[in-house]
């Protein structure tokens, strides 16, 4: 199987179903969570050449914001990822609820993710030519095409976005709502160590029948015997950061299934958005982390909306929060 392989900067080798709750727990329609999750597996089994592996050497960090609600202001998602490629961060997580579902705003989001990736490419590749770029801290000059170079910009789906035709939209963009990803760790002296990233479809408030089963079968479990930490992100929190607010969280069964699959992974943070609320706890040796919105309508003012995540060498793991100044015009 080719690997699609995302050379990292300082790289120095080539390597269930229901449908969806609102914020508020409100039901309205939309695509149903096994549907999601079929025509999300079929991309992977049709798309296997375009694994993504990601490649790095010693400590790195990667940043998660959530719930950018965007409509027509691209400012606060613009910031995000300016914020993470100026920090030199491995990869961006977004927790779902991207953009309002609307067709002229996921127009704006692909142009935004397009000026994103041009950014990108700019600053950690050199063009040999009009077709081919090079990894600047490639030692192997590997020459890629510009559309084989791989936008480290990973989201999870959230209900807002599968409201009406949003996952249409969405999927066009996005193409898998629930998907896996490893992270190579070059230790040096030909050492190497492996983190897990899992994304899960949990926008109608549900993981739905099918994906249990393929979570059963061991479809997320990862080519590794052993991972040094798994990083699990999804929309659909798992606490709720205050037991009075009304917001939808799992079914119990579901939730007592996830909690035993996030030991049986060895889960070393669990990402959440959803309920607009910060919360982190610890559990069962897990953390927790419930992000606010960093949607600039609801939160106008400057804030610390994001978590940037930093992996040392050793594997140990450190949270900060990262703050936001765009303010809506």
């Given at each position: 199987?080719?690997?699609?392989i995302l050379?990292?900067?300082?790289?120095?080798v080539a390597?269930?179903?229901?449908e969806?709750?609102?914020p508020?727990?409100?039901i309205?329609?939309?695509?149903?969570?096994?549907?999601?999750?079929?025509?999300?597996r079929l991309?992977f089994?049709?798309?296997l050449e375009?694994v993504?592996?990601?490649?790095v050497?010693?400590?790195?960090s990667?940043i998660?914001?959530?719930?950018?609600?965007?409509t027509t202001d691209?400012?606060r998602l613009?910031e995000?990822?300016?914020?993470?490629?100026?920090?030199?961060?491995?990869f961006y997580a977004?927790?779902?609820?991207?953009?309002d579902?609307?067709?002229?705003?996921?127009?704006t989001?692909?142009a935004i993710?397009?000026?994103?990736k041009?950014?990108?490419?700019?600053?950690?590749?050199d063009?040999?030519?009009?077709?081919q770029?090079?990894?600047?801290?490639?030692?192997?000059?590997?020459?890629?095409q510009?559309?084989e170079?791989?936008?480290?910009?990973?989201?999870?789906?959230?209900n807002?976005?599968?409201?009406?035709?949003?996952?249409a939209?969405?999927?066009?963009?996005?193409?898998s709502?629930?998907?896996?990803?490893?992270?190579?760790v070059?230790?040096?002296n030909?050492?190497?160590?492996?983190?897990?990233l899992?994304?899960?479809d949990?926008a109608?408030g549900?993981?739905?029948?099918r994906q249990i089963?393929?979570?059963?079968?061991g479809?997320?479990?990862?080519e590794?015997d052993?991972y040094?930490?798994?990083?699990?992100?999804?929309h659909?929190?798992?606490f709720?950061?205050?037991?009075?607010e009304?917001?939808?969280?799992?079914?119990?069964?579901?939730?007592f299934?996830?909690?035993?699959q996030?030991?049986?992974?060895q889960?070393?943070?669990?990402f959440?958005g959803?309920?607009?609320t910060w919360?982190?706890r610890?559990?069962?040796?897990?953390d927790?982390?419930?992000?606010?919105t960093m949607?600039?309508r609801?939160?106008?003012?400057?804030g610390?909306y994001?978590?940037?995540?930093?992996?040392k060498?050793?594997?140990?793991?450190e949270?900060?929060?990262?703050?936001m100044?765009?303010?809506?015009?």
């Amino acid at each position: 199987m080719k690997l699609r392989i995302l050379y990292i900067v300082a790289l120095c080798v080539a390597l269930a179903s229901c449908e969806k709750v609102n914020p508020q727990g409100i039901i309205l329609a939309g695509t149903e969570v096994e549907d999601r999750v079929e025509m999300s597996r079929l991309y992977f089994d049709n798309h296997l050449e375009d694994v993504v592996v990601l490649l790095v050497k010693g400590d790195y960090s990667f940043i998660v914001g959530a719930d950018s609600h965007l409509t027509t202001d691209s400012g606060r998602l613009d910031e995000m990822l300016a914020i993470g490629l100026e920090h030199d961060d491995l990869f961006y997580a977004h927790l779902g609820d991207i953009a309002d579902t609307k067709a002229e705003y996921y127009i704006t989001l692909d142009a935004i993710y397009d000026r994103a990736k041009e950014n990108y490419v700019d600053k950690y590749y050199d063009q040999v030519n009009d077709f081919q770029y090079c990894r600047k801290d490639d030692p192997f000059q590997i020459l890629m095409q510009y559309n084989e170079i791989e936008f480290p910009f990973f989201p999870v789906v959230g209900n807002h976005d599968i409201t009406r035709n949003g996952w249409a939209l969405w999927s066009n963009i996005f193409h898998s709502s629930f998907y896996e990803i490893d992270v190579i760790v070059d230790l040096g002296n030909d050492d190497y160590a492996f983190d897990h990233l899992i994304f899960l479809d949990s926008a109608s408030g549900t993981l739905g029948r099918r994906q249990i089963d393929l979570i059963r079968e061991g479809v997320l479990d990862g080519e590794h015997d052993f991972y040094r930490n798994t990083f699990v992100f999804s929309h659909t929190n798992i606490f709720r950061p205050q037991f009075f607010e009304f917001a939808s969280t799992f079914p119990r069964e579901e939730q007592f299934f996830l909690l035993s699959q996030f030991k049986k992974w060895q889960t070393t943070a669990v990402f959440c958005g959803h309920v607009h609320t910060w919360d982190k706890r610890n559990y069962n040796g897990v953390d927790y982390i419930t992000l606010d919105t960093m949607c600039e309508r609801e939160r106008p003012e400057p804030g610390d909306y994001l978590v940037r995540t930093t992996v040392k060498a050793g594997g140990d793991v450190e949270y900060s929060n990262v703050r936001m100044n765009y303010s809506p015009k």
